[in-house]
């Protein structure tokens, strides 16, 4: 899949599952029960040690799937990055932003999708090809920023992450974002085992997202 249709795909879902868990196990379960509700893409945090070989066995589960996008998060450097696509990792996503890794990805063809708080921050990312600007965390500036963002930089793809809930959705698509992450929600239910529940949320979410646009 080419970059621009990874990204196409992302925009038109409008919701990244972001998963962590605490091992192989636990994190294959959490992405599958997402899956299951509908939310089908998926960002494989590397702040589980198993994020690698998490990426290829997802891959590997759902190659019949086009629907289904497995990525690589919390991903803070360049050789990170390159074990990630190697893996599979479909798109790269961090919560800063990295030059290094901006031209790796460019170089293999992933979209790199790195959190930025600021315009400078912003412009910058955009500058070295990211399309897609993760606006990380979102719970520190609310939906109100990102029209302050687009108002000089009304080109600005915008996915946030951190403090997104079912019922703040459509807050921020009206502010104008293209996607939201999530998480926190999901990956605590994991830590419980409630993956019945966890399929319940994430559907809740899908429904979220296609209700806001």
């Known amino acids: 899949m080419r970059k621009s249709e990874v990204l196409t795909c992302l925009r038109q879902q409008g919701v990244v ?53 497995i990525g690589a998060g919390t991903v803070l450097d360049a050789p990170t990055a390159r074990n990630a696509i190697l893996a599979g990792a479909k798109y790269i996503v961090s919560p800063s932003f990295d030059n290094d890794t901006a031209i790796l990805c460019n170089r293999y063809g992933v979209p790199y999708v790195p959190g930025c708080m600021t315009i400078k921050e912003i412009v910058t990312a955009m500058e070295v090809g990211s399309e897609l600007i993760k606006l990380f965390p979102g719970s520190a500036f609310g939906p109100s920023y990102v029209g302050a963002i687009q108002s000089p930089l009304p080109q600005a ?9 079912v019922d703040n959705v459509k807050q921020w698509f009206d502010a104008g974002v293209d996607a939201v992450g999530v998480g926190g929600e999901l990956n605590k239910l994991g830590a419980k085992g409630q993956w019945d529940e966890i399929t319940r949320v994430a559907a809740q979410y899908v429904q979220a997202v296609k209700e806001a646009r």
Request: aromatic residues 4%.
């Open 157 to 165: 793809s915008i996915m946030v992450t951190g403090g997104v809930k």
């Open 17 to 69: 599952a972001v998963i962590r868990g605490e091992s192989l196990e636990e994190g294959i379960a959490i992405s599958k029960a997402c899956i299951q509700g509908g939310l089908t893409a998926i960002e494989m945090a590397y702040t589980n040690a198993n994020a690698s070989q998490i990426i290829k066995e997802l891959n590997a589960m759902y190659q019949d799937n086009p629907e289904v996008l």
